[in-house]
């Protein structure tokens, strides 16, 4: 099974986590490889955790993966990349927004934010850190955060040869493509820096 590799998104309901593992299923499937994608878990509505899981190889005999097993953790928030880091890899990759956003548990006090989640996790694994929310801004387009972020991970999915642009294309609503092309752009940059 080491040809099999394995990504976590995580983020608030509401801010796009759905649409980057459609985007990434549907590139890796058109390159040939065997997806699996697991359900959303969490609250999904907006405010609330959520999570979903893709697996990807020669052959997947099933979505969910357990702790320390993700090669990759995409963070849309960045509290949200401390909650998840038990399914990272000890070598994992960690992809994380520079963005605060408080969900249900924070915002009800159920649960305190914490003082810094980022250098949190750069002490224990390899962290890109992309502020996509003002990526998308200044793109003029706040709701594109999630491609800006997909486009910051999408170097370290290690498949090369798939046109990601046209995949966006494909996957995103037809009168938003040319922002979500151009916030992929800006996402590749931005991890690269």
């Known amino acids: ?22 985007i990434m299923t549907s590139g890796l499937i058109q390159a040939g490889l065997d997806v699996k994608q697991s359900e959303v878990h969490g609250m999904a509505q907006r405010g609330g955790s959520v999570s979903t ?17 993700a090669d990759i953790l995409v963070a849309l928030e960045k509290m949200e990349a401390l909650r998840y880091a038990k399914f990272l ?13 408080h969900s249900m548990s924070t915002a009800t006090g159920a649960e305190e934010y914490p003082a810094d989640p980022i250098g949190a996790m750069k002490k224990c694994f390899s962290t890109i850190v992309v502020d996509a929310a003002k990526i998308a801004m200044d793109l003029g387009n706040p709701r594109c955060m999630n491609v800006v972020l997909f486009g910051a991970m999408c170097d370290s999915l290690g498949a090369d040869g798939i046109d990601w642009e046209k995949v966006v294309a494909a996957t995103v609503p037809q009168k938003a493509v040319d922002i979500n092309i151009k916030a992929f752009r800006a996402g590749r940059e931005a991890a690269k820096a």
């Open 1 to 22: 099974m080491s040809d099999v590799k394995s990504v976590i998104l995580v983020g608030v309901g509401g801010q796009g986590a759905i649409l980057i593992s459609k």
């Open 89 to 101: 890899k000890p070598d994992g990759v960690a992809i994380i927004n520079d963005y605060q956003m």
């Open 53 to 69: 899981q893709v697996r990807w190889g020669k052959k997947v005999y099933g979505p969910v993966f357990g702790e320390g097993e």
